[in-house]
């Protein structure tokens, strides 16, 4: 059974600091996603990294993954406050027709 | 490209009363849909997969005679929850999969684009 984790669950930074978000899981994945959710929304999509060593970079938001660590990471640059939102990733099955959640990081960036 | 609607946004409803919610692919057609639910500060959890013409694949703990899907075509599947209670209280998020080019690579994936999401509260 495939499970992904986050860390950290809860995330409280200043604007202007640097900070990274992990996503773990378990089993062989060749596809994971980065969502942001703003309360009472739905998801946004955010990244789809498609092979070890991808990187893509958006703005102040900068994802990686690494497959045979079977882990990505959200690295946020000089946050700002509207970056405030909770983050998901999501990782792909073998089968590829079926997403597994994190367990989200909430992000509060305080002026 | 790839909008999916959900309609309604939000509905309260009375203990006992059946709720549908609809799933559209605005201007892309979908061979499978997904259900998804979200309670407060949680992450979503996939109820059941929809794949049109065909019977919903529950995930394990979701009553299929509870949660009905049905998926009549390829661009609208409906969730219908029979004698709603407080406790179906919750976020549902559908989306809708569409295969995609690969970038680079000489393959394709298929990518799931979510609705804005129908806040049920039962009262």
């Known amino acids: 059974e495939l499970k992904v984790e986050q860390n950290p669950l809860f995330l409280s930074m200043q604007e202007g600091k640097n900070y990274t978000i992990y996503c773990n899981y378990s089993?062989?994945?060749?596809?994971l996603y980065w969502y942001r959710q703003d309360p009472g929304k739905s998801l946004e999509s955010l990244f789809v990294l498609l092979s070890n060593g991808a990187v893509k970079q958006e703005g102040r938001l900068m994802a990686s993954l690494d497959t045979k660590a079977r882990l990505s990471t959200l690295h946020i640059t000089a946050a700002v406050h509207d970056l405030s939102a909770t983050y998901f990733c999501a990782v792909i099955n073998n089968a590829g027709n079926m997403l597994t959640f994190g367990g989200g990081t909430r992000l509060m960036v305080k002026p | 490209g790839a909008v999916v609607s959900q309609h309604p946004s939000w509905v309260i409803c009375k203990s006992g009363t059946s709720v549908k919610i609809e799933c559209r692919s605005l201007d892309f057609q979908a061979t499978t849909m997904f259900w998804y639910r979200q309670f407060p500060k949680q992450s979503l959890m996939l109820m059941a997969t929809s794949n049109e013409g065909s019977k919903a694949t529950y995930e394990q703990g979701v009553e299929k005679d509870k949660f009905l899907i049905n998926h009549a075509s390829l661009t609208l599947s409906t969730l219908t929850v029979t004698s709603a209670h407080p406790e179906d209280s919750s976020f549902y998020i559908c989306?809708?999969?569409?295969?995609?080019?690969?970038?680079?690579?000489?393959?394709?994936?298929?990518?799931?684009?979510f609705g804005p999401g129908t806040r049920l509260t039962v009262l």
């Open positions: 989306s809708a999969s569409t295969p995609r080019l690969a970038g680079s690579l000489s393959s394709s994936y298929n990518e799931q684009f």
């Open positions: 089993t062989t994945s060749d596809r």
